[in-house]
């Protein structure tokens, strides 16, 4: 079970989250879902996006600036 984490906090490993800017060198528009897989530094991770059937199309470094962390789940506001 994972904890819950602080609100302002970014996005962590195996997060599930959207691209809030277009990044057009690697051929991600805004909103795309991917995966957090990794913390590069303080700022940067890489993240995974992936198909319907679960295949990688792009694996590319993020800043966590440019990331929404994505619930399944309620939270309080």
Do not use: W
Not at 10 to 26: E, F
Not at 49 to 73: I, K, M
């Amino acid at each position: 079970m994972r904890t819950k984490k602080a609100r302002n906090q970014g996005p962590s490993i195996l997060d599930v989250v959207a691209l809030l800017t277009d990044l057009p060198g690697q051929q991600l528009a805004r909103g795309q879902v991917g995966t957090v897989v990794e913390q590069l530094d303080d700022k940067t991770l890489l993240v995974e996006f992936s198909d319907d059937q679960g295949r990688a199309y792009a694996l590319t470094p993020c800043q966590g600036a440019e990331l929404l962390v994505l619930h399944y789940v309620p939270e309080a506001a």
